[in-house]
C-alpha cells in the first residue's frame, strides 16, 4: 500500500495537468459561464474523472493475469461506462 500511496502522489501533476490545460481551452472556447467558482468547480470535477478513469485502468491491470486478458476486458467495461456518460 506504501508503494502504491506514493506513486499516486507522484503521477497526480503528469495526469492533472494536461487535463488542467485541456479544460482551460475548452471552458473559455465553448463559451461557458464567466465565473470563476464555476470554472474550477468545472477543473475539479474533470481532474477527478481523469482520475477515476486511471484507478479504474490500473484496477484492470492489477487483476487480470495477462495483458492481453487485461485488453480483453478494458472494452467490456469502458464501453457501457462512454455510452451512459455522455460522452
Not at 495477462?66 to 455522455?86: R, S, Y
Amino acid at each position: 500500500i506504501p508503494y502504491y500511496v506514493a506513486k499516486v502522489i507522484l503521477e497526480i501533476p503528469t495526469y492533472a495537468l494536461p487535463t488542467f490545460i485541456l479544460a482551460t481551452i475548452v471552458y473559455w472556447m465553448s463559451n461557458l459561464y464567466d465565473n470563476v467558482r464555476r470554472y474550477f468547480i468545472f477543473q475539479g470535477i474533470l481532474i477527478l474523472c481523469a482520475f477515476v478513469s486511471i484507478a479504474a485502468g490500473s484496477l484492470i491491470g492489477v487483476i487480470m493475469p495477462t495483458p492481453e486478458a487485461a485488453a480483453a476486458l478494458v472494452v467490456p467495461v469502458i464501453i457501457p461506462l462512454l455510452v451512459f456518460a455522455g460522452f
